[in-house]
């Protein structure tokens, strides 16, 4: 049973319910406004708004945003930016499109009532709170605002060009500096207006055409407006704004200005544009004290910076050429004075890195000839002792066509910078004291400090030679006598502790050494003279490092003994090979006189012994012993005399027990391979002779150590007697082509293999079982070439992807057997 209302009763009840959810909607709507205010306001939460919700008798909880709050709002930026935008779009095809379709009146019409609409709606929306609705708008009024301009520019004034865009978007920027201070809230508008006034000074300038010095003028009085408009301005937009433009029209006028003034053709031109460069510096500094630590750190930076180049460039416009970097390198360093201003800490930290920057760019302006003094010695290698040159150190440099008056300057800036950095390095309290306030410096920036002014120093000694265009002879004696002082300076340090400064100078020392090295090859007798005096210092040098009883032992100190007494080795080997060919001696005749160079370090290595700077000049002398094999390869009886010295030199060192080793086995590999040189140097086509008598007892001999000594290897015992005979054997039965040789060193291979096996014998096992692989390969190759050569083409990849199949399936077998192998012949003697 139904209990319906009659239908005017019913329709009286839907109106009550609706006026009640409208009642309700509008109290919603309230509550929102005002949460939405509490969200944007910071501080604590107001309290609630009357006729709302009533104010709650304890402080509400913070509200909790949820995911769907947000996607919400995320949801309505989209749409609203998305409207904006079609409106937008939809303005300028008006404005291009239809715009000629409309008389004067309805054109002005139109735009005058969507413009005023849309400048007017987000005061009413922000006082509903739809402050994101009223973004928007004030985002499409701003758009329209400039068709405005561009209608008008279209219709009214087609010909003004420059001189119209200059004026509108100045006009521009005030109203939307105004727009946006009438309506607070608003964050766009502000930001638009200073981006705008980016633009008027520099398109009036351009509308007069006027030229690079107005142009710098401009865009400078621009930056100076940016940098007032970031310093009192509240929101961080504008700030945002102002600084971007600062940084645009600010580094765009100081570059039109510094090019300016370094093509200036004497001081008077130079003058305006080092006036602008110092109002730049002016402008960098107006705000640093208020700036963020980054922004007046760059700050302190470009005003150093454009001041050095508005008085350097007056000043160097009067000097000649090649001068210029030492007036900017001078006012660089009056930069420093400005440290103590009143500009804050990181102002000064600018200030020091402007200093710093200008010197680094000097010193790069000398590195072009410093490279040059160093890598022209190796033109030397071309034209051993071919005499000293008659145009001088340049022309053994290769460097007379150089521009050296433009470079006369270098080794002036270099050694001032030397002096510079040398004196704050020996009077650091004094730094201290004057700029610890901006750089707190420590022990770090100090070494630093003297690191720069050891190369810097040197560097700078270095080029002076051929800088001043010295003789030959000058310029060896000068370079020796530099080095000579570095490395000392060096160890001196060293000795002291592995400081920074200390191992800069001895990588300058080394540098320098081998430079005047490489120049001295090009005269017999400075090859001599420098070579010689290299030799001294080197073995001075690592003596003096060898100090007993020294704390200062670090690994540092260590390694560069072990360096320099290389080095001593390297000069001995060169001085060795020059009185080999002042004696008019061939390669392989100077060879043994290079053997004298590894006779003294094994000496001095058995006198050293122990000590960590032995074993490097050991090495460094066997590298010699190689060096002089090599020159011994064009004649095999001085190749076999050669390794025949170099293993007696072996079997000497191998009479000290931590070398018995090692130069036991080379000694042994030495002599043998001395033997067989021998031979075929004689064309002994049967060594066996020449071979057995020396096998024979070299077996009893290993046999009579074995008795003694059970542990003894068998390499040691059997390994020399045996390869004395069979390895030349090998050779002349593959050389040979008769057939009894092979069969008589098989069956004694196969003898001896099986004597390794049986007794375990490493060496016999090794050996025997090499040579009857090879000598069985030598009596089957012709029938497998014979075979080879009768089958199909397809048959060998076939085998072969055969063979890789089943090595591929049975691998990790095959790998554990390998083991196994390996592991069996590591346990015999």
Sequence with gaps: MEHLPPPAEELVLIDRELARLDMRRSQLLTRRAWLLSVLRAPGPAPSAPPGAWGAPSAP??????????????????????????????????????????????????????????ALSAPAVLLRRGLSSTAEALAGLASVLMVLDALALYL??????????????????????????????????????????AQLPLVLWAWAGEADALVFALALLATAALDCAIAVRSKGAGVRVTACAGLFLTGGAGLLVALAQSLSAGGPAGAVAPGALLLAGAVIALAGVRRAPVALAVAGGAVAGLAAVAAVGGVLAAGVPDGWAVQVYLVCGGLVLLGVRAPLGRPAGRGLVGAAGSVTAASVLFAAAP????????????????????????????????????????????????AVVLGAAFRFWEGVERYAGPVLSPGPGLRTAFGASAVVAGWAGLTLLPPALDVSYAAAVASQSVLVAGVLAGAVAALRRGPAGVALTAWVCGSAGAAGVALLALGSEPATYAVFGVLLLLFAGAATALEAPGDPSRSPVVMTVQAVVACAAVVCAAVLAVASGASLGLRSYEAAPVLLVVPAVTAGLGARLKGRPVALPLELSGAAVGVAAVVAALGDPPFLALVLALCGVLAAGTALRPERRQAAGYLATALFVLASWVRLSASGVSSPEPYTLPVTVPALVVGVLRRRRDPSASSWTAYGAGLAVTLVPALVAAWAGPYW????????????ITLLGARLRLQALLVLGGAVLALDALHELAPYVVQVVGAMPRWVAPALAGVLLLAVGATYEKRLREARRLRDALGRMR
């Design 370 to 417: 410093v490279a040059v003094v160093l890598v022209g010695p190796v033109a030397q290698l071309g034209r051993l002792w071919s005499g000293a040159p008659d145009d001088g150190v340049r022309g053994a440099l290769g460097a007379t066509g150089l521009p050296w008056q433009d470079m006369a300057a270098a080794p002036v800036v270099l050694l001032s910078v």
């Design 60 to 117: 509400p909880a913070p509200p909790r945003p949820s995911a769907p709050a947000v996607r919400t709002r995320s949801a309505q930026n989209v749409l609203l930016t998305l409207g904006g935008l079609l409106l937008t779009i939809a303005a300028v095809a008006f404005t291009l499109v239809s715009w000629g379709q409309m008389g004067i009146g309805g054109r002005a019409a139109v735009l005058t009532a969507v413009t005023v609409a």
């Design 740 to 751: 009894l040789r092979p069969l008589l060193l098989g069956a004694a291979a196969l003898v």
């Design 155 to 196: 219709v009214v004034v087609p010909d003004a060009g420059a001189g119209y865009a200059a004026a509108a978007s100045a006009v521009l920027a005030a109203l939307w500096a105004g727009y946006g201070l009438v309506l607070d809230p608003l964050r766009l508008p502000l930001p638009l207006a200073v981006a705008g």
